[in-house]
């Protein structure tokens, strides 16, 4: 499963923008296979033209050219982080950016390196004044202040993507109850009805042996025996009814609750 299986890719996008204003910081999400989850937010022209690296969240800084890695790294003077977006224990991802100043730039070392990469030493110092400088401590401070929301965001959309699909589940096993006890309602309401009639055949079959003396004894017997046999049916059957009712009131009300969700 990867991040835009279950998150709305925008939410992710409205938090970093909204960081990205306030603390001054570049960002960008990226997902487990270095693909780009956001548009990237607050990056300068200096860090766009005048540095390189991959989408995973390793750098190479264009003055000595050596990978940075782990949470905080060098580029070209400026500060990047990535802090990793992890859920149930899996990394998913990771927020990357940064590019910025950790301390005022020494502009004629910059016009020195601008020149040993053969670019125009003012377009590169123009550039980099547009880059916003911040103290060391803010910006991890910062770069943990994201990790920590974007974390408890996609965390949230995660159990929230996965309790739908068990509640989906659930609220199709309560349709089917319904339509099950519907089923025995109907057959309750058949068999009532059948013990109603084998009540008034007994009657009438009692009556007739009545009628016929002696000879009707054994047959009263067995018409009486139906009888009781009909009232015990009855009973049964109104008991089922009254249970099926409570059973039936229970998962309306379960019902009621899904569709109003």
Partial sequence: MELKDFMDLSKLQEIQDHFSDSTGLAAIAVGIHGEYLTEGSNFTDFCMKYTRGSSEGNRRCVKCDNECTGTYFCHAGLMDFSVDIVVDGKKM?????????????????????????????????????????STEARIRASANLLGIIVNQLVNLEYFKYNNTSRLDVLKQEIQHSTQTIQTINSNTSHLKAIASKQKMLSLNASIEAARSGEAGVGFAVVAKSMQDLSSQSAVIYNDIEKSVAEITNTTSVLASLFEQS
Avoid: H, K, S
């Fill in 93 to 133: 991802g990771a927020i990357i950016g940064g590019q910025v100043l950790p301390n005022p730039p020494d502009e004629d070392a910059f016009r020195e390196t601008a020149r040993e990469l053969g670019i125009d030493p003012e377009q590169y110092i123009q550039a980099l004044r547009e880059v916003p400088i």
